[in-house]
């Protein structure tokens, strides 16, 4: 890798030390989070997520509770991926001032475990594992040649940007807001199961012989 120098509620029950149980209700799901299209992203980033410290996130499903995922490309080696953190920490402080709606994954190219750890100290995202399996197929996927690249995505995996640092440093955080705009609509269309579809052409079928 070249470093870049240019330019529906559920309840669960607790049991208390007095021995009652206790009702805690989940928020209902957003319907504009990445959290219904979760198993595609799955696929795409695998189900291990890390914070900061290198601890691995409790509930990764938390990752993907919000409305516009960026992907990011880099590695504590390269001067212009520091550069960038600084910029970047500050648009993601500003979007999720009050509540969550953007998260970022980022995708490391260290070399040492001990490199990244010291690199992503400090930074408020979440990181996939130095050791993933499928580092070098998202690169392929996103066609990073060099580092760092940001990528804001939709609910398909689809780039809302190729540019996403370059326009991230000009635009800041409006930029954001747009490609939230733009991530909200951008849901796929979910195909209906083949069990659904013949219970259709049944139905079809009987209303045609009542006929």
């Known amino acids: ?28 799901i957003n319907p504009n989070s990445y959290i219904p299209v979760i198993e595609d992203m799955y696929k795409l980033f695998g189900q291990v ?50 509540e969550k709606i953007f998260e970022i994954i980022q995708i490391s190219f260290d070399a040492k475990e001990e490199d990244f750890k010291k690199a992503i100290t400090g930074l408020p995202w979440k990181f996939l594992p130095l050791q993933f399996s499928g580092k ?16 804001p995505i939709d609910k398909t995996g689809k780039s809302l940007s190729d540019t996403g640092r370059e326009d991230l440093l000009e635009y800041g955080v409006d930029i954001c807001e747009k490609w939230n705009e733009d991530a909200r609509v951008a849901v796929p269309v979910q195909e209906e199961s083949s069990q659904h579809k013949e219970e259709q052409v049944n139905e079809n079928n009987e209303e045609k012989k009542e006929t």
């Open 1 to 28: 890798m070249e470093e870049e120098h240019k330019e529906g509620e559920q309840q669960n029950t607790e049991e208390n030390p007095e021995g009652e149980q206790e009702v805690k209700e989940e928020k209902p």
């Open 49 to 98: 997520f890390l914070d900061n410290k290198t601890e691995v996130v409790k509930d990764n499903k938390e990752v993907f509770d919000c409305t516009l995922l960026g992907i990011l490309f880099s590695a504590g080696w390269g001067s212009p991926c520091r550069i960038f953190y600084k910029d970047l920490i500050n648009i993601y402080n500003q979007m999720n001032d009050g």
């Open 136 to 151: 070098e197929e998202l690169k392929k996927k996103y066609n990073v040649l060099t580092i760092p690249k940001f990528f």
